[in-house]
């Protein structure tokens, strides 16, 4: 029983008279033919691993490019030191989103949610919540539920691979997750939740991928940030009482055709957009060059 759209997912929610989490872990209990206790063991695991993730940054280490590497730590210093907007939450989203993403490209042990190269996004927003000790591991395991309960439909109506969707597919959908999970850790409605996640999705619609030199790290470390504070304003204008314009199906479905529309070269070839610059064609040349002499 896999939900096929969101309009199916909350209407299941509202006819059961369940919470959207409870809705999603019955899905994946009748897909995946586990019992409760498995399904939330294996929630439980992601969480950890997202969490150790977080404790394992070490702001030594670089990227085997060198491009990546550090940055969370710098994000962190200013803030202690004051010199940033947006309050303690934006900063810490902002240096954890930085942190999961870097680890990933340091090849690292990450949580792909949806994808590697969108990891950082949801961690981001969640994990300075626990840290603060304003969502108990139990609540954020149910919103993760909800967030892989959007993710699904977004893989059956749509995509997540930013090879044939661009980079709206990636960071777009995890954003998308993200917004719904917080929303409903801060007690939005399904109804609220949708509203979220379709504006998170919408505000990245058309983001392509044109990864440097091929690899996922510039500008897809920078990026998985920018799905993060997307997240966290779109789960803000939801709980405010801020509805989608455009329903969250019809959204992903925008998003489908989008992809499909976009050029290949903006779909993760490497051969056009910041891929294509000066400086990315040189830093792609520079690197070639090394490994063929190595």
């Given at each position: 029983?896999?939900f096929?759209?969101c309009?199916?997912?909350?209407?299941?929610?509202?006819?059961?008279?369940c919470?959207?989490?409870?809705?999603?872990?019955r899905?994946?209990l009748?897909?995946?033919?586990?019992t409760?206790?498995?399904?939330?063991?294996?929630?439980?695991?992601?969480?950890?691993v997202?969490q150790?993730?977080?404790?394992?940054?070490?702001?030594?280490?670089?990227?085997?490019?060198?491009?990546?590497?550090?940055?969370?730590?710098?994000?962190?210093?200013?803030?202690?030191?004051?010199?940033?907007?947006?309050?303690?939450y934006?900063?810490a989203?902002?240096?954890e989103?930085?942190?999961?993403?870097?680890c990933?490209?340091?090849?690292?042990r990450?949580v792909a949610?949806?994808?590697?190269?969108?990891?950082?996004?949801?961690?981001?927003?969640?994990?300075?919540?626990?840290?603060?000790g304003?969502?108990?591991?139990?609540?954020?395991?149910?919103?993760?539920?909800?967030?892989?309960?959007?993710g699904?439909?977004?893989?059956?109506?749509?995509t997540?691979?930013?090879?044939?969707?661009?980079?709206?597919?990636?960071?777009?959908?995890?954003s998308?997750?993200a917004a719904a999970?917080?929303?409903?850790?801060?007690?939005?409605?399904?109804?609220?939740?949708?509203?979220?996640?379709?504006?998170?999705l919408?505000?990245?619609?058309?983001l392509?991928?044109?990864?440097?030199?091929g690899?996922v790290?510039?500008?897809?470390?920078?990026?998985?940030?920018?799905?993060?504070?997307?997240?966290?304003?779109?789960?803000?204008?939801?709980?405010a009482?801020?509805?989608?314009?455009?329903p969250?199906?019809?959204?992903?479905?925008?998003?489908?055709?989008?992809?499909?529309?976009?050029?290949?070269d903006l779909?993760?070839?490497g051969?056009?957009?910041?891929?294509?610059?000066?400086?990315g064609?040189?830093i792609a040349r520079?690197?070639?060059?090394?490994?063929?002499?190595?």
């Open positions: 029983m896999s096929l759209s309009a199916e997912m909350l209407t299941y929610a509202h006819e059961h008279s919470t959207l989490a409870q809705a999603v872990l899905s994946d009748a897909e995946s033919r586990l409760e206790e498995a399904s939330r063991a294996q929630m439980r695991r992601l969480w950890q997202m150790q993730t977080s404790r394992d940054y070490d702001p030594s280490r670089r990227s085997r490019s060198g491009l990546v590497g550090g940055d969370a730590a710098k994000v962190e210093q200013a803030a202690a030191q004051g010199r940033l907007l947006g309050g303690a934006l900063s989203v902002t240096a989103a930085l942190k999961t993403a870097e990933n490209a340091c090849m690292k990450i949610a949806p994808t590697a190269g969108s990891c950082g996004v949801l961690p981001a927003v969640l994990l300075p919540l626990a840290q603060e304003q969502a108990s591991d139990e609540a954020i395991c149910d919103a993760l539920y909800v967030a892989a309960g959007f699904q439909v977004i893989a059956a109506r749509a997540l691979a930013g090879a044939e969707g661009g980079c709206q597919a990636e960071v777009g959908a995890a998308a997750m999970a917080l929303c409903y850790l801060k007690g939005g409605t399904a109804a609220a939740c949708a509203a979220a996640a379709a504006m998170a919408g505000n990245l619609l058309g392509v991928c044109d990864p440097v030199a690899l790290e510039v500008p897809c470390v920078k990026r998985n940030v920018v799905g993060a504070v997307n997240a966290v304003a779109c789960a803000n204008m939801a709980l009482g801020i509805d989608s314009s455009i969250c199906d019809e959204v992903i479905d925008a998003m489908g055709r989008v992809g499909r529309q976009l050029s290949p779909r993760e070839t051969a056009s957009g910041l891929a294509a610059t000066p400086t064609r040189a520079r690197l070639a060059a090394e490994a063929g002499g190595v």
